[in-house]
Nanobody, 122 residues
């Protein structure tokens, strides 16, 4: 069983930055990690994902602003969020799955974190 714990969320003004982190513990065959978001009243949607070798995919809405990275030695994945917009406001969830390309499609996600709140003021 795997536990994913997110951190780094908070309240920021538009244009500023946040860095989210996710620590994974436990044993798993899954090696791809990523991030989803859920805005108030809406369903969860894909943000970014990374393979073990740091092949990445990201949503069009965050390309050029958000960067996913991972430290395999520490079993962590991070999301650097720059140029934040009010529409980025959401709960951000760390996920673990088999393939980063599948995570992009919302498929084969075996573990979810509890989420961390990101609020961007206008």
């Amino acid at each position: 069983q795997v536990q994913l714990v997110e951190s780094g969320g908070g309240l920021v003004q538009a244009g500023n930055s946040l860095r989210l982190s996710c620590a994974a513990s436990g044993r798993s065959y899954e090696i791809a990690m990523g991030w989803f978001l859920q805005a108030p009243g809406k369903e969860r949607e894909f943000v970014a994902a990374s393979s073990w070798l740091s092949d990445t995919a990201s949503a069009d809405s965050v390309k050029g602003r958000f960067t996913i990275s991972r430290d395999n030695a520490k079993n962590t994945v991070s999301l650097q969020m720059n140029s934040l917009k009010p529409e980025d406001t959401a709960v951000y969830y760390c996920v673990l799955g088999r393939r980063y390309s599948s995570i992009r499609l919302g498929a084969d996600i075996d573990y979810w974190g509890q989420g961390t709140q990101v609020t961007v003021s206008s």
